[in-house]
């Protein structure tokens, strides 16, 4: 798993931490996140019990990724709440052209949640169906992590500006290559 960093290194993130990783294999992206944080500090939704598509996931507590074709300037950005609530876009370039993406399936959110002492862990596994094969993308992976009477803090692998921006294409640090793995 690789760790992922805040924006801003706030003493009150201390006790959090984010780790995700990714495998591409076939036409299916399976991304894995690990999230921790204060139990008593940490939003962190319920699961519902029907998962479904929502908009604005990213305005609290929100595991994502972004990915694209490399030298292709669309992309795509996968939100995922700890309630399981999921959406999934594809943009045409830097921030535009923002439609749901409907070519591509979410095929599993697999969610365990426990409290060890006073920390919450959520550990979340996702496989999306791309519905055709790859040989590489580049992608950045990514959380949103609120605290309460903190707001929101920005995680990613690499920030690449002067403010937290998800959608910089020189964020997307990991290269996806096809693996055997599955």
């Known amino acids: 798993m690789l760790r992922l960093q805040p924006f801003q290194n706030e003493v009150f993130l201390q006790d959090c931490?984010?780790?995700a990783d990714l495998v591409l294999c076939d036409s299916e992206l399976q991304l894995q996140f690990?999230?921790?944080g204060p139990s008593d500090q940490l939003v962190?939704?319920?699961p519902t019990a029907e998962p479904k598509r929502v908009d604005g996931l990213w305005q609290s507590t929100c595991l994502e990724a972004f990915f694209g074709v490399p030298g292709q300037r669309p992309y795509w950005e996968f939100n995922l709440s700890p309630s399981g609530d999921w959406n999934l876009y594809r943009l045409e370039d830097y921030r535009q052209g923002l439609a749901i993406e409907t070519g591509i399936?979410?095929?599993?959110i697999n969610s365990r949640r426990q409290e060890l002492d006073s920390a919450l862990i959520l550990e979340s596994e996702v496989c999306l169906d791309l519905k055709k094969a790859f040989?590489?993308?580049e992608c950045?992976?990514?959380a949103v992590v609120a605290l309460h009477q903190q707001g929101c803090?920005?995680?990613a692998l690499k920030h690449c500006a002067s403010e937290a921006d998800f959608h910089r294409r020189?964020?997307?640090s990991i290269t996806a290559k096809q693996s055997a793995q599955h």
């Open 170 to 172: 020189e964020s997307f």
């Open 105 to 108: 399936q979410v095929k599993g």
């Open 140 to 142: 950045s992976l990514t």
């Open 44 to 46: 962190c939704p319920e």
């Open 135 to 137: 040989e590489q993308l």
């Open 17 to 19: 931490s984010v780790e």
């Open 34 to 36: 690990r999230l921790q």
């Open 153 to 155: 803090s920005f995680w």
